[in-house]
């Protein structure tokens, strides 16, 4: 039956095949989301939270690294992706922690801010060059967050702000990850992050660890299975569909974010949330199609000493 729905799945036109990928991946992104907000609400700490969804995950992952022998363990990097790892593993703390405090519609939209990081770093670090209109991207997408955070208006909570934190911390990550893609493949790289990321995450829980009940367990399992679905739907997506026909349908997740914030915790966002989370949305998703453009055209706006490819969708983010 799966191998029937597989074939059918393959019959459909790529374009088609990737709308509906970065759907599912929406709306699963959104679930993991509100799942962490509910697992928080019933009193295990964020950092707890981090190692199951980093944990199960890994489980769930396992039989694909066993299959290929200890090939993807080989590296000469192990140093960068030591590093690479201890930085995800500070992101993501920082993400779950912030989101277990913040409504969802607002925690969505500011995590969108992480792709205008990476580009700002992509420049001072590895020497990328950016011209108007990204820059003009840039900047509309920071003002959407000021519009989202409103500071000197309403009062600055931490649950926002380590949100933001997160996604800059992200971007240095996204530096790391592609320098390693020079040399390592990204099975190897997405490895070494789990084998990271599970005993990071633990020592972050262990002054907060609380053990869970076994109905909180499977809620948690289902947490990492459904964030690892999300993550593997939006890297297909991106892999079969071009990214300006799938990077628009990411915006749902701030849709499908509201909803659940509506449901199941009674959040109402405000209009300035929609403003801002729709700014910086715009702003991203022009600088990914433009980037997306430009390679395809072969005009991609790197110096020769540090042109490295484009980060393959392969990888974990913190989210």
């Known amino acids: 039956m799966i191998a029937s729905l597989k ?27 509100a799942l962490i907000r509910y697992m928080a609400a019933t009193g295990l700490h964020a950092f707890e939270i981090a190692f199951f969804r980093v944990f199960f ?5 396992a ?48 995590s969108f801010t992480a792709p205008l990081f990476a580009t700002v770093f992509a420049i ?30 309403v009062p600055m909570d931490l649950g926002p702000i380590l949100i933001v934190v997160s996604s800059v911390i992200w971007a240095g990550a996204l530096m790391i990850i592609k320098i390693l893609t020079r040399t390592e493949s990204s099975v190897t790289i997405t490895v070494y992050v789990s084998v990271f990321l599970s005993p990071i995450t633990l020592i972050a829980a262990l002054p907060f660890w609380i053990w869970p009940t076994v109905e909180q367990l499977i809620v948690l399992l289902i947490l990492a299975c459904i964030g ?21 349908v990411d ?11 509506f449901l199941l915790f009674g959040e109402i966002p ?29 005009r991609v706006e790197r110096p020769p000493s540090t042109a490295v490819d484009r980060l393959p969708p392969t990888d974990d983010k913190p989210r």
Not at 7 to 26: I, K, N, T, Y
Not at 125 to 138: D, F, M, Q
């Open 7 to 33: 074939a059918r799945f393959d019959a459909v036109p790529a374009p088609l095949q990737g709308l509906l990928l970065m759907g599912l991946s929406a709306v699963a992104f959104a679930g993991m989301h």
């Open 57 to 61: 995950a890994f489980v769930a992952l």
């Open 63 to 110: 039989p694909i690294f066993i299959r290929q022998g200890f090939e993807p363990f080989r590296t000469n990097r192990l140093g960068l992706l030591a590093t690479r790892g201890a930085i995800n593993a500070v992101a993501m703390l920082c993400f779950f922690y912030g989101l277990a405090q913040t409504e969802l519609a607002m925690a969505t939209a500011l």
């Open 124 to 153: 001072f670090v590895l020497g990328e060059v950016v011209r108007l209109r990204r820059w003009t991207a840039i900047l509309i997408g920071f003002a959407g967050t000021l519009v989202v955070l409103r500071p000197g208006v």
């Open 228 to 248: 690892t679905v999300a993550q593997m739907s939006m890297n297909q997506a991106l892999k079969v569909a071009d990214a300006t026909v799938v990077l628009p």
């Open 251 to 261: 915006f749902t997740k701030l849709i499908w974010g509201a909803m659940f914030g």
């Open 270 to 298: 405000t209009m300035w949330v929609w403003i801002g989370g729709l700014m910086i949305f715009s702003a991203t998703t022009y600088i990914g199609v433009r980037e997306a453009r430009l390679k395809r055209e072969g």
